[in-house]
């Protein structure tokens, strides 16, 4: 048996209880939720509320509450590091073959984690070093916009529910720009990054799913703009194509108990 806690704090536990209902039950009403608290409607209906507002739950078109994206994600995606040992070899090998740097990268929230990078072993007069262990906002970068693509229009609107942060570069500033972007993406198949978020660089990237669909991350590539004419970015966004598919074979193929619990979306930038 755990040992109690001792200053719990009521609201936090039920919060966290509801959240255990959610992941267990698939989806709940809100009287459901007040039973089972053993609190008020209005108490158990305050608490959906939050748990929306950062994404643990969404309304389904029963009116009946369900887990929203950040369950679904700590659900269902690998961990950065379970990922990374899937994706490494994969990794260096769209290296080795784009000549160019290359990064394993965490959505987590609306930052973009750079969990691993391969940097290129070619001697370019200027290269692209290894981000591994840095974070950026993920509207701002090929690698996060290749993953913001493909979720949902709650999922998104969870995401931002106070719009875009506030950035002073090139990058989208609202929400209506960041949607007509996405939908580009979705159209190509792969998202660019023209110089959002480093000047002088150019960043490609293309989603990577599970078997359902899902998007786990993204594979990606960060390229200085001298080196990177637009007539090359299809043929660039062709190998990274090829990269997240055999990554996502790779992650076909393992034991269902190779990878414990999972903890969020993943995106290769």
């Known amino acids: 048996?755990?040992?109690?806690?001792?200053?719990?704090?009521?609201?936090?536990?039920?919060?966290?209880?509801?959240?255990?209902?959610?992941?267990?039950?698939?989806?709940?009403?809100?009287?459901?939720?007040?039973?089972?608290?053993?609190?008020?409607?209005?108490?158990?209906?305050r608490l959906m509320m939050m748990l929306v507002h950062h994404g643990f739950?969404?309304?389904?078109?029963?009116?009946?509450?369900?887990?929203?994206?950040?369950?679904?994600?700590?659900?269902?995606?690998?961990?950065?590091?379970?990922?990374?040992?899937?994706?490494?070899?994969?990794?260096?090998?769209?290296?080795r073959r784009l000549g160019e740097t290359?990064?394993?990268v965490r959505l987590q929230g609306t930052a973009a984690i750079f969990v691993d990078g391969v940097e290129t072993v070619r001697r370019h007069q200027v290269h692209v070093t290894s981000r591994a262990g840095m974070s950026m906002l993920a509207h701002c970068t090929a690698a996060g916009k290749a993953i913001l693509a493909r979720l949902t229009p709650a999922e998104l609107a969870a995401l931002y529910p106070r719009g875009l942060p506030l950035?002073?570069?090139?990058?989208?500033?609202?929400?209506?720009?960041?949607?007509?972007?996405?939908?580009?993406?979705?159209?190509?198949?792969?998202?660019?990054?023209?110089?959002?978020?480093?000047?002088?660089?150019?960043?490609?990237?293309?989603?990577?799913?599970?078997?359902?669909?899902?998007?786990?991350?993204?594979?990606?590539?960060?390229?200085?703009?001298?080196r990177c004419p637009d007539a090359l970015i299809p043929d660039i966004a062709n190998e990274l194509s090829r990269t997240a598919r055999a990554i996502e074979a790779s992650l076909a193929q393992r034991a269902p108990a190779t990878l414990p619990e999972h903890h969020g979306h993943l995106t290769v930038g």
Request: include cysteine.
């Open 1 to 45: 048996m755990e040992p109690a806690v001792a200053y719990p704090i009521e609201s936090v536990g039920n919060a966290l209880r509801l959240i255990h209902l959610l992941r267990d039950s698939g989806e709940l009403r809100v009287t459901d939720a007040a039973r089972a608290l053993g609190v008020a409607p209005s108490t158990a209906h």
């Open 57 to 95: 739950a969404e309304q389904n078109a029963r009116r009946m509450y369900q887990r929203g994206w950040a369950l679904r994600a700590t659900a269902d995606a690998p961990p950065g590091a379970e990922l990374a040992t899937f994706a490494r070899d994969h990794l260096v090998e769209l290296s």
């Open 167 to 226: 950035t002073y570069g090139p990058g989208p500033c609202d929400m209506g720009t960041l949607k007509r972007q996405l939908a580009t993406i979705r159209r190509n198949g792969y998202s660019v990054n023209d110089e959002e978020s480093e000047r002088g660089l150019i960043g490609i990237g293309v989603c990577v799913t599970d078997a359902s669909g899902q998007p786990l991350g993204s594979v990606a590539t960060g390229i200085p703009l001298l």
């Open 102 to 104: 290359v990064h394993l």
